[in-house]
T-cell receptor, first 111, second 115 residues
Framework: SQQGEEDPQALSIQEGENATMNCSYK?????LQWYRQNSGRGLVHLIL?????REKHSGRLRVTLDTSKKSSSLLITASRAADTASYFC???????????FGTGTKLQVIP | KAGVTQTPRYLIKTRGQQVTLSCSPISGHRSVSWYQQTPGQGLQFLFEYFSETQRNKGNFPGRFSGRQFSNSRSEMNVSTLELGDSALYLC??????????????FGPGTRLTVL
């Protein structure tokens, strides 16, 4: 079953614009991670935010976490065509490794 | 440092057959997790191994099994293949000490097609 639901399911923007995608989850978590997947390939880890953190930056990425609302957002600034991919949030509820992935947002950046 | 490798990358089997997929984690990583990705169900957790022990298992039938060797390499096996087993199978490794928070590094996946 999916822990996370991502919104929107698909997003199409022009190069240079910002892209925002959201993730909502159901149970309490230890951390939340965002991954990128290029078409049909392995996942690339982007950023991890712990439950006691509210915001984190990495290059053009900004992630926020609101544990009271059980939601997170990923902002990609100044998007590039190479950012075209599917983006997944993954929640870790602690204990042994059982990371649960969201449904994903498919991002298309038009050059 | 070499990344996670998975073999084979592509596989075509027929219903009723069995298949074994292999995953070599990043050197020094002791945890290996397996996921199944399909268009309909998304990414589903199969199981995790740490130091040759299965620590967690997802909601999959017993036809799906795995193991981990002393060098942390892992295999997963699917017996009596069904059409619905067609998927991208992803392996991820991490340092993952017990109860710790850790980043998973994914391999490129094995694309299994069942005819």
């Amino acid at each position: 079953s999916q822990q996370g639901e991502e919104d929107p399911q698909a997003l199409s923007i022009q190069e240079g614009e910002n892209a925002t995608m959201n993730c909502s989850y159901k149970t309490s978590i230890n951390n939340l991670q965002w991954y990128r997947q290029n078409s049909g390939r392995g996942l690339v880890h982007l950023i991890l935010i712990r439950s006691n953190e509210r915001e984190k930056h990495s290059g053009r990425l900004r992630v926020t976490l609101d544990t009271s609302k059980k939601s997170s957002s990923l902002l990609i600034t100044a998007s590039r065509a190479a950012d075209t991919a599917s983006y997944f949030c993954a929640t870790d509820s602690g204990g042994y490794q059982k990371v649960t992935f969201g449904t994903g947002t498919k991002l298309q950046v038009i050059p | 440092k070499a990344g996670v490798t998975q073999t084979p990358r592509y596989l075509i089997k027929t219903r009723g057959q069995q298949v074994t997929l292999s995953c070599s984690p990043i050197s020094g990583h002791r945890s290996v997790s397996w996921y199944q990705q399909t268009p309909g169900q998304g990414l589903q957790f199969l199981f995790e191994y740490f130091s040759e022990t299965q620590r967690n298992k997802g909601n999959f039938p017993g036809r799906f099994s795995g193991r981990q060797f002393s060098n942390s390499r892992s295999e997963m096996n699917v017996s009596t293949l069904e059409l619905g087993d067609s998927a991208l199978y992803l392996c991820a490794s991490s340092l993952r000490a017990s109860g710790s928070t850790d980043t998973q590094y994914f391999g490129p996946g094995t694309r299994l097609t069942v005819l």
